[in-house]
């Protein structure tokens, strides 16, 4: 059964967007601006909260979200610094390496009390660690946290634009946390703490007052810790492009069925259908539709 929402919830996703210069050509990109158009494309009020420059990427950028029917009402305008841009290598569909261009546009977002309120309203604020690589818009996050009522923190680790202590702060301000399996391995290493999933979701949640954390496995699927238990959903078969946005993909319906308040044993799956259907294109916000995910589900069962 599909998680069902309501659709006055409202998210708000802050940080990168950006074009992901691939051998193919460019797409836009950045895990915020995906989580945002997954969130918007199932129907969720969506506002994405950035920065890009004023030049021609940074219109082509804004006409390109405009164009998926969210608002860029939000994404700043900046004459300092260019849109930014990642160089990304797929190996071989299955493993991506990034080069992120560094200070861009996304470096410098800046708060004002609107934003502020407008992110005290919101039922959840979607956030990663790249967009605290660099001080202004670091110091824009740790402020809009404190204004947030769910806290959802993609970890999101890209070396060498994060530090320890970083991280371990916005761990702090987070009620649920998605990462991937290296990125759980380095986290539980940095505590002296075990890595295997069965017991590292629990001492992340219990560390740090977590409502929820969730490792995903690519092919494997996803475990998550919730509620005093954890929850195990296997991976979908699916002939795969490039894995481009499909951890974006899989934590925008995370959070969509969190938000409605389905069971893990309902949204879980979704969530590891959704982050698979994303991989059988290529980019990293192809056009998914709830039918699509349903068809997938039910083939595979």
């Given at each position: 059964m599909l998680p069902e929402f309501h659709a006055a919830h409202q998210v708000i996703c802050?940080?990168?967007?950006?074009?992901?210069?691939?051998?193919?050509?460019k797409q836009p990109g950045g895990a915020p601006l995906n989580v945002a158009l997954h969130l918007h494309n199932f129907g969720l009020a969506t506002t994405l909260i950035s920065r890009v420059g004023t030049d021609d990427l940074?219109?082509?950028?804004?006409?390109?979200?405009?164009?998926k029917g969210l608002s860029t009402a939000c994404v700043q305008r900046g004459h300092s610094h260019l849109t930014g841009v990642v160089k990304a290598n797929v190996q071989d569909g299955h493993e991506v390496t990034y080069k992120i261009v560094a200070p861009v546009a996304w470096d410098y977002i800046?708060?004002?009390d609107p934003l502020g309120r407008l992110v005290e309203a919101a039922d959840a604020f979607v956030f990663g660690s790249l967009a605290a690589r660099g001080t202004a818009t670091r110091e824009t996050l740790y402020r809009l946290l404190q204004r947030a009522r769910l806290k959802v923190f993609d970890v999101n680790l890209r070396a060498p634009h994060y530090t320890r202590d970083v991280v371990t702060y916005l761990l702090q301000q987070a009620d649920l946390v998605k990462l991937n399996e290296a990125e759980l391995a380095e986290v539980m290493g940095w505590f002296g703490a075990g890595t295997a999933e069965e017991t590292a979701l629990q001492w992340l949640a219990e560390r740090f007052g977590l409502q929820a954390a969730c490792v995903t496995k690519g092919?494997?699927?996803?475990?998550l810790w919730t509620g005093?238990?954890?929850?195990?959903?296997?991976?979908?078969a699916v002939t795969v492009q490039d894995t481009i946005g499909s951890g974006d993909a899989f934590l925008a319906a995370l959070l969509r069925g969190w938000l409605a308040g389905q069971p893990p044993t309902d949204y879980l799956p979704f969530a590891c259908a959704t982050g698979s259907l994303v991989a059988t294109f290529r980019g990293a916000t192809p056009?998914?539709?709830?039918?699509?995910?349903?068809e997938l589900t039910l083939a595979s069962r």
């Open positions: 802050f940080g990168e967007m950006l074009w992901d210069v691939l051998p193919t050509g940074g219109a082509e950028l804004l006409a390109f979200v405009e164009a800046q708060y004002d092919a494997a699927g996803a475990t005093g238990r954890l929850y195990h959903s296997p991976g979908f056009p998914i539709s709830e039918h699509m995910v349903r």
